[in-house]
């Protein structure tokens, strides 16, 4: 099953508004967790990421807080701008492993209009 | 400091036949990811190199292979090509990828089969 699960999209909303994308997650321990953006016509730039439960990412005005209990990794903005309109992927790379490979959520695509 | 760069940037193949796709991985980094990413989907794990050698692989079939040169840049090679091969490639480069350490990714390729 998929270890990912993202809100589907697209997300539209008013400049200045708030926005929070929500991530849950399905893995064994404590997984390593991250949020990427794709701008339009580019590849994947990590925006933030947390290693440990109550670990809080954040970059550029977003946030993210690991939530074991809840398996959660949602992603907040408190006032977003026309050029945060980009898909967001939340992803993560299990416990055991050791190499790094990351699985990815579908993506939530996000319009922020002026 | 260049990051992580690919080439071709786009690409039109027919099926059946063959493409390799390249990458230069971001200066001092020395582990190379492979990543498909279908249109309105997240990017699927390929496989990843390290010291010249395939470290981890996904579910892909084996049409699917690379290569790792001296100077840690990758090469991937689909052979068969098949319509669902049609993708966006993207590469991803970082130092001795651990669990928790940063993925950079490149521009993608985007491979079109017809």
């Known amino acids: 099953g998929n270890s990912v699960t993202q809100m589907e999209g697209p997300v539209t909303l008013s400049e200045e508004a708030f926005l929070t994308i929500n991530c849950t997650y399905t893995a064994t321990g404590y997984p390593s967790l991250f949020w990427y953006v794709q701008y339009p016509g580019e590849g994947l730039q990590l925006l933030l990421k947390a290693t440990k439960a109550d670990d809080k990412g954040s970059n550029k005005g977003f946030e993210a807080t690991y939530r074991k209990e809840t398996t959660s990794f949602h992603l907040e903005k408190g006032s977003v701008q026309v050029s945060d309109s980009a898909v967001y992927f939340c992803?993560?790379?299990?416990?055991?492993?050791?190499?790094?490979?990351?699985?990815f959520g579908a993506g939530t695509q996000v319009v922020v209009t002026p | 400091d260049a990051g992580v760069t690919q080439s071709p940037t786009h690409l039109i193949k027919t099926r059946g036949q063959q493409v390799t796709l390249r990458c230069s991985p971001k200066?001092?980094?020395?582990?190379v990811s492979w990543y498909q990413q279908a249109l309105g989907q997240g990017p699927q794990f390929i496989f990843q190199?390290?010291?010249?050698?395939?470290?981890q692989r996904g579910n892909f079939p084996d049409r699917f292979s690379g290569h790792q040169f001296p100077n840690y840049s990758s090469e991937l090679n689909v052979n068969a090509l098949l319509l669902g091969d049609s993708a966006l490639y993207l590469c991803?480069?970082?130092?001795?990828?651990?669990?928790?350490?940063?993925?950079?990714f490149g521009p993608g390729t985007r491979l079109t089969v017809l």
């Open positions: 992803a993560l790379v299990r416990s055991t492993d050791s190499w790094g490979k990351l699985q």
């Open positions: 991803a480069s970082s130092l001795s990828a651990g669990r928790s350490d940063t993925q950079y």
């Open positions: 190199y390290y010291e010249e050698e395939e470290r």
């Open positions: 200066s001092g980094h020395d582990t």
